[in-house]
């Protein structure tokens, strides 16, 4: 029982680092995006070398409230908002601003 609990913890632990390396891809990419620009969520996932990690990039967005991350600028493939932990209207307002700043 003590060993598998070793490798349980062994997988966890590379689990862990390896989603915290995503994330800081995930956060690079993001960060490069100009001001009054857009990616799509499956972009950023490619820029990353996870193209089918779309969802993953959605949901570490999602839970970000660094305002150093510019996740408002990453918007759904079908060209629609996307979510945002700040609401859609502010999302689409903070874009609307950039584009005329730009």
């Excluded at 989603?19 to 490069?32: C, G, I, Y």
């Excluded at 969802?55 to 759904?76: Q, S, T």
């Amino acid at each position: 029982m003590k060993k598998y609990h070793k490798i349980d913890e062994k997988k966890e632990k590379l689990a862990y680092r390896t989603l915290a390396t995503f994330r800081s891809k995930v956060f690079d990419v993001v960060r490069e995006i100009p001001k009054g620009k857009t990616l799509t969520y499956k972009q950023v996932a490619e820029k990353v070398g996870s193209p089918k990690a779309y969802r993953a990039v959605g949901n570490i967005l999602n839970k970000n409230f660094d305002p150093e991350i510019p996740c408002h600028r990453v918007i759904r493939s079908d060209g629609k908002i996307g979510g945002y932990n700040r609401g859609e209207d502010k999302k689409r307002e903070i874009l609307e601003k950039e584009r005329k700043t730009g």
